[in-house]
Nanobody, 124 residues
Framework: QVQLVESGGGLVQAGGSLRLSCAASARTFSTYVMGWFRQAPGKEREFVAAISWSGGSTYYADSVKGRFAISRDNAKNTVYLQMNSLKPEDTAVYYC?????????????????WGQGTQVTVSS
């Protein structure tokens, strides 16, 4: 398993931006598909974005497409989530997740390692 630590959450006004980071412990980080999920109070954890091991393929939930961008730096063992044009409905705890292999996933059950989460709050 890989250890994941998120950072970069906070409070932002609607229309603003935040960049989340997720640092991974694995020396084989480049062999993992990485993803971001979020969970709002009273709701189930939902898929936000995922990126292939090489960074060549990215996947997004329809609700964030065009506003969020996932990227990775394999030399730094870090994956990022750039969030622009934030809306109050983006308020949630955001989790970083890792999946061994080359096939990307969008379900929580597809990912075996999780971070502790970072809170993002968007005020109206």
């Amino acid at each position: 398993q890989v250890q994941l630590v998120e950072s970069g959450g906070g409070l932002v006004q609607a229309g603003g931006s935040l960049r989340l980071s997720c640092a991974a412990s694995a020396r084989t980080f480049s062999t993992y598909v990485m993803g971001w999920f979020r969970q709002a109070p009273g709701k189930e954890r939902e898929f936000v974005a995922a990126i292939s091991w090489s960074g060549g393929s990215t996947y997004y939930a329809d609700s964030v497409k065009g506003r969020f961008a996932i990227s990775r730096d394999n030399a730094k063992n870090t994956v990022y989530l750039q969030m622009n044009s934030l809306k109050p409905e983006d308020t949630a705890v955001y989790y970083c997740a890792a999946r061994r292999g080359v096939v990307a996933g969008t379900e929580t059950s597809d990912f075996g390692s999780w971070g502790q989460g970072t809170q993002v709050t968007v005020s109206s």
